[in-house]
């Protein structure tokens, strides 16, 4: 069970789906991190149905493969929050994006804080050329946390962001239902209802992804209208979730 003395501190996730060729560098980063910062940690690696070596890298690395059948991103890092042991659980995207050695500094701050979910914010921090679409860093995500501000009285301002740690014991309690991108804004919503602790920081560094070419799984138009219609059907349903 999360934060029995034997077990890990952290469990670190990484949904993947068909990311071989990124995934050796984010899992280098990684255990160069623990070795630096000392953390113990879990390394998972879902796989969602990958056609390529990704679960085999994965496993060659020392992570645990935690297969997801269901297609989409949120369904796949539910599936690693559930096979999550340590105390915190930290998720970001396998393709070289995010940098993963700030994952020993969220830990730090999210214990500091004493929050319950702590978000590392892209928009306030430096964004590399060609990191993130115009639209989506100037119209969609701002006006998406806007909304979700708003409506669930939140401080979040990047609600799109992959790079997140949590109380992994809180994560049960939360209604989760869907399965794609919009799964982002759906946990922020949910744990707005249910009171949790939140609080933003701002990631250092947001890089081009290392998909060598390769279209990202974001679909910006359908995404989008997903993300607006989970928020608003969320906070039509509040008073019942």
């Known amino acids: 069970m999360p934060g029995t003395k034997n077990s890990p501190e952290i469990s670190i996730i990484f949904p993947c789906r068909n990311e071989a060729y990124s995934l050796p560098a984010c899992l280098e980063e990684l255990l160069q991190t623990c070795r630096r910062y000392h953390l113990r940690a879990q390394i998972i690696v ?43 659980a930290a998720f970001c995207d396998a393709d070289g994006s995010y940098p993963v050695q700030y994952f020993a500094q969220m830990l730090q701050l999210i214990k500091q804080r004493g929050a319950d979910l702590l978000l590392a914010n892209r ?7 060609h990191a993130m679409p115009f639209l989506n860093r100037y119209a969609g995500t701002p006006v998406l946390s806007w909304l979700i501000r708003t409506l669930f009285k939140i401080p979040v301002y990047d609600c799109n962001s992959g790079m997140r740690i949590l109380r992994t014991r809180l994560y049960a309690t939360l209604p989760i239902q869907h399965t794609g991108m919009a799964y982002a804004s759906e946990m ?30 974001l679909r910006r138009w359908q995404d989008g209208y997903q993300h607006l219609k989970t928020i608003l059907s969320i906070f039509a349903r509040r008073r019942r979730l």
Request: proline residues 9%.
């Open 46 to 88: 879902v796989d969602n149905a990958s056609t390529d070596d990704t679960p085999r890298i994965a496993a060659r690395y020392g992570a645990e493969v935690v297969p997801c059948q269901t297609i989409g991103y949120g369904a796949a890092v539910h599936c690693g929050l559930l096979a999550a042991k340590g105390e915190y």
């Open 123 to 129: 928009l306030h921090g430096h964004i590399l050329p």
């Open 188 to 217: 922020l919503c949910l744990a707005a209802l249910k009171k949790w602790k939140y609080t933003e920081w701002d990631l250092p560094l947001f890089k081009p992804d290392t998909r060598l070419g390769r279209p990202p799984h």
